[in-house]
């Protein structure tokens, strides 16, 4: 299970949460390669948000927020939308339901998908422009859905 799926599967438990972490603290631990390419996607994504990166949890770097609440009475907060670049790929969290179909997918270049995530490999593997348009959608689609906290 993807960590967005954990992190929305109990609002009560729910660990992730923005930190003081600066991404650029973050950053400093992760691979030269994969910190740059987390840099060029913080600028894609501040840019297609309109949101600042902000550190959710020891590994997320989320744009915006999120507030959901289910049928059931738990609710909790994510990032309206957010990556991880781990690894072995990078971890989008938030577009996945913002896709259209095998077609939306295939736009975005040589990505695979989990519950709740979109796999990248390599950054040079994303149509950016593709993957910039879903960002998008997706934060306006967080947006329309996101409700307000309760007291």
């Known amino acids: 299970m993807c960590q967005w799926a954990a992190m929305t599967s109990k609002a009560s438990d729910n660990k992730t949460k923005?930190?003081?972490?600066?991404?650029?603290?973050?950053?400093?631990?992760?691979?030269?390669?994969?910190?740059?390419?987390?840099?060029?996607l913080c600028a894609?994504?501040?840019?297609?948000?309109?949101?600042?990166?902000t550190m959710?949890?020891?590994?997320?770097?989320?744009?915006g927020t999120h507030h959901y609440r289910y049928e059931s009475g738990r609710e909790g907060s994510?990032?309206?939308v957010g990556f991880s670049p781990r690894k072995?790929?990078?971890?989008?969290?938030?577009?996945?339901g913002s896709v259209d179909?095998?077609?939306?997918?295939?736009?975005?270049?040589k990505v695979?998908?989990?519950?709740?995530?979109?796999?990248?490999?390599?950054?040079?593997?994303?149509?950016l422009a593709g993957l910039e348009d879903l960002i998008?959608?997706?934060?306006?689609h967080r947006r329309e859905t996101s409700v307000t906290p309760s007291e």
């Not at 600066?22 to 987390?38: H, I, M």
């Not at 501040?46 to 990166?53: C, L, P, V």
């Open 88 to 96: 072995p790929a990078i971890v989008f969290y938030g577009l996945a």
């Open 56 to 63: 959710w949890g020891p590994s997320i770097i989320g744009f």
């Open 18 to 40: 923005p930190t003081e972490i600066t991404v650029e603290a973050f950053l400093a631990g992760v691979s030269p390669e994969r910190a740059a390419e987390a840099r060029a």
């Open 101 to 109: 179909g095998d077609e939306g997918l295939a736009r975005l270049g």
């Open 44 to 53: 894609l994504m501040e840019r297609a948000s309109g949101e600042t990166a």
């Open 112 to 127: 695979t998908t989990g519950k709740g995530c979109i796999y990248l490999k390599r950054l040079s593997d994303a149509n």
């Open 78 to 80: 994510t990032p309206a």
């Open 136 to 140: 998008a959608r997706a934060v306006v």
